[in-house]
Nanobody, 122 residues
Framework: QVQLVESGGGLVQAGGSLRLSCAAS????????MGWYRQAPGKQRELVAT???????NYADSVKGRFTISRDNAKNTEYLQMNSLKPEDTAVYYC????????????????WGQGTQVTVSS
């Protein structure tokens, strides 16, 4: 089993920055893809960014050039640096990892964090 703990959300003015973190813990697991998603009120959850084990990244068009995803494999942690924030970035942000463990017979399963609120005021 893999547990994810997120931190770093909050309230910021438009143009400001926030950094989200997501730490994975558990026993005997291997992490594959890591990513961030967000869900605004009344909207579906959407992809923000993903990062592969070798560091290849993918971003939603709406955040390209403003957000940066990164990972520290030694700490089983991923980050989302958010700059030039806009009111439309307001949402609950969720981290997600694909991980294999003995519980899943070493097949990759998706795990989700509890979500952290990001609010950008205009």
């Amino acid at each position: 089993q893999v547990q994810l703990v997120e931190s770093g959300g909050g309230l910021v003015q438009a143009g400001g920055s926030l950094r989200l973190s997501c730490a994975a813990s558990g026993s005997r697991f291997r992490i594959s893809m890591m990513g961030w998603y967000r869900q605004a009120p009344g909207k579906q959850r959407e992809l923000v960014a993903t990062i592969s084990p070798d560091g290849s990244t993918n971003y939603a068009d709406s955040v390209k050039g403003r957000f940066t995803i990164s990972r520290d494999n030694a700490k089983n942690t991923e980050y989302l640096q958010m700059n030039s924030l806009k009111p439309e970035d307001t949402a609950v942000y969720y981290c997600s990892v694909g991980a294999a463990s003995p519980m899943s017979l070493w097949s990759i399963r998706d795990y989700w964090g509890q979500g952290t609120q990001v609010t950008v005021s205009s």
